[in-house]
């Protein structure tokens, strides 16, 4: 899965890596959890530029027996989106870009959890596959990410890994008019591992309710 990431770079570098005429004043965010506001890129009709909006990440789920709702849906598999009934219209009408300059992934061994922050090596933003929800019955608009199998990188670390779209398929994933499941599906495969690297930090990103630089200090291995 992908549970937190990071997008700590200037306006005007993200403006660059996804072709936007226009970027709001960002704060750099080193520690990104669900249901807080995130950046997306979207393409909210034929023609239309691509923009910059935040939305909350997570969409809100149906309601489940007894009346109550379950967590918000951050992560939906790849594999099966086209598929699934609660993310096929998203799917072929509202795809979105996460940008993000990394993400963080937890390691499971002798009894501990060890996070990584994984990030391209030479520091440049990436995006990672995302769709949206308009807002509705006073839910704000939402996103969640796709995932995907692991990578060589990865696989010791997790089973799972966001999808990180190539710069050359920005334009077909967001392109409002694009409705090929199998066309769009091929898009969603694991990010080739020799851009990436994953590095061990301390526990300050565990808690959701830090944020700052100290959240990717190397961590103190024993």
């Not at 709001?24 to 979207?42: F, S």
């Not at 499971?108 to 509705?136: C, I, N, S, Y």
């Amino acid at each position: 899965m992908c549970g937190r990431f990071t997008l700590t770079l200037p306006p005007d570098l993200i403006a660059e890596a996804f072709g936007l005429d226009d970027v709001p004043i960002l704060e750099a965010r080193y520690n990104i959890a669900p249901t807080q506001p995130v950046a997306v890129v979207r393409r909210l009709g034929d023609g239309a530029p691509r923009q910059l909006d935040l939305l909350t990440w997570g969409l809100t789920r149906s309601p489940v027996e007894g009346g109550r709702r379950g967590g918000p849906l951050i992560n939906a598999r790849s594999e099966s989106v086209a598929a699934r009934s609660s993310f096929r219209d998203a799917f072929r009408r509202r795809r979105c870009l996460v940008p993000a300059d990394g993400f963080y992934e937890w390691a499971h061994a002798q009894g501990r959890r060890q996070a990584f922050h994984v990030r391209r090596k030479d520091g440049r933003p990436f995006a990672m596959a995302g769709l949206w929800e308009p807002e509705e019955h006073g839910a704000p608009a939402s996103c969640l990410i796709l995932t995907t199998e692991p990578n060589e990188l990865l696989r010791p670390i997790h089973d799972r890994m966001p999808v990180i779209l190539d710069p050359a398929d920005y334009d077909r994933w967001l392109a409002p008019e694009s409705a090929d499941p199998v066309s769009l599906a091929a898009l969603l495969r694991p990010h080739p591992p020799q851009p990436l690297e994953a590095r061990p930090v301390g526990p300050a990103v565990n808690n959701a309710r830090n944020e700052g630089p100290a959240c990717l200090d190397p961590a103190r291995l024993v």
